[in-house]
């Protein structure tokens, strides 16, 4: 570049603009103007969304879970990049957001995963999710994307399984 570029003129407009002139050697000149960035505003900054959504998620979630969902999601950092665990954790050091190492499940309020639920009801995932499909079970989800939380009583420890297919022999 040093061999075809002569020289280099920057100067700020009125419109708070800069305008670059760009002296080719030969002769020839370019001018690119740009908006003049505003002081104390970085160009980089989280979405407000993402920022809301981590701060119901962090009451729920650890970072590296909190960064699967928004993966889920196909939510970017400001950057662009992907979401992980360090990448979430600076989001919610910087907005002061709480966080857990580690989820809350099987917790006193009889809050399960769906393959938790699945287990201590001796059923499959799929007819686990049948339940839930016709409001059997009770689950929920914070967001798209976020694991399915099932809430399992005592009433529905004592559902009668269905039975098993016989076997033809």
Not at 84 to 93: D, F, G, L, M, S
Request: with cysteine; proline share 5%.
């Amino acid at each position: 570049m040093r061999c075809l570029i002569e020289n280099v003129v920057v100067s700020v407009s009125e419109r708070d603009m800069l305008q670059a002139q760009v002296h080719w050697v030969g002769g020839e000149v370019t001018i690119l103007e740009v908006p003049k960035g505003k002081r104390g505003v970085h160009r980089y900054v989280t979405d407000p969304e993402v920022v809301a959504l981590v701060r119901v998620l962090a009451a729920q979630f650890a970072d590296d879970q909190i960064a699967r969902i928004l993966h889920r999601k196909r939510l970017k950092t400001s950057k662009g990049l992907a979401f992980n665990a360090q990448r979430v954790t600076n989001i919610r050091t910087r907005y002061d957001i709480p966080g857990h190492t580690r989820a809350k499940l099987a917790d006193e309020q009889h809050v399960y995963t769906v393959e938790q639920a699945a287990q201590l009801l001796s059923v499959s995932r799929k007819t686990l999710d049948k339940w839930i499909a016709t409001g059997l079970l009770h689950a929920r989800q914070l967001t798209p994307g976020a694991p399915w939380q099932v809430q399992v009583s005592e009433a529905d420890r004592r559902r009668p399984l269905p039975a098993s297919p016989r076997q033809v022999g």
